[in-house]
């Protein structure tokens, strides 16, 4: 596998070194700033005596150094400072997104694209675009962290371990995230037998705020140990051909009643990017919530054209 990261930010940066850490394959980590993603790679490698890893990265500037790519994860691009919405980031992210794809698209051909880069569901549809990929093969995350910190906030409220919660989050990155209670279980347990309406709620209105929570802590700039975890298992996936069904923002065409746009849904992530998306059984309000969400992102990519 060669992966290239475009974008050696926090979340760029992190991601590389959980993928190189993992073994999985040739690591490519760029960046428009010269020396950063080069003394990135160069301090990775360096702790690859310690941690045992085999140091398959290399920090370059130079697009050509990507060619030939089976995955490329994108994350170059604006993150929110407090009081942004992600929506904001949408004019300047944007060009960065477009310029990104010319360059990487046309020397990796057959890649799988992950698109990181915020709003999020705009921006991998903008990648869909000029990339021409077949939709499949081109995909955002999102899902798997919206739905990593809504597991994590439902096990602090329980006191159990991260690793019983089930849950899933669906729709847009942003306010229109759908969570879905009845889909939601601990040690198997349907989590409406384990906690009231009211507490349902709080924990899904902070899973929905989830990344500005971190960004008014933080002061400066956005996460990146949860979404560098959430690309990590999408590129694990993609890489291992594993069929696993993660959330994702993912081009729809009829499923759920949605068509012609990226929305997060779950998807059956392999070799060939999305192999199918999983038509969960919603209810007629989760139903309805989706849609609304997938219109919502409808309306802000005819946005794009006018950029
Ligand atoms: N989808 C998600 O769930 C999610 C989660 C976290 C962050 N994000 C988004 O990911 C993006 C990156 O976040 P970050 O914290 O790493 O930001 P950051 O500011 O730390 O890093 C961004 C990097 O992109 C580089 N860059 C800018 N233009 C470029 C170009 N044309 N080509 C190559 N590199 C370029 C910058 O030099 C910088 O190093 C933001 O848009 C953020 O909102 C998305």
Known sequence: MKVTIVGSGFVGQTTAMRLVERGTGQIVLTDIVEGLPQGL???????????GFEPSIVGTNDYADAAGSDVVVITAGFPRQPGM???DLLSKNAGIVRDVV?????ASPDAIVIVVTNPLDEMT???ADVSGFPKERVMGMAGVLDSARLRYFIAEELGVHPASVEAMTLGSHGESMVALPRHATVDGKPLPELV?????????????????EIVALLKKGSAYY???????R???AIAGDTHE?????????GQFGISDVYVGVPARLGRRGVEAIVELDLNGGELAALREAAEGIRAKCADLAKI
């Open 245 to 253: 069904v993660l959330p994702v923002s993912a081009w729809t065409t």
């Open 234 to 236: 999408m590129v694990g």
């Open 102 to 106: 010319e360059h990487i698209a046309p």
């Open 196 to 212: 009231d309406e009211a507490t349902i709620e709080r924990l899904f209105q902070r899973t929905r705020d989830g990344g500005a």
């Open 125 to 127: 549809f903008l990648a």
């Open 85 to 87: 919405s992600r929506m």
């Open 226 to 232: 949860a979404p560098s975890a959430s690309i990590a």
């Open 41 to 51: 790679a160069l301090d990775l490698k360096e702790s690859a005596p310690v941690e």
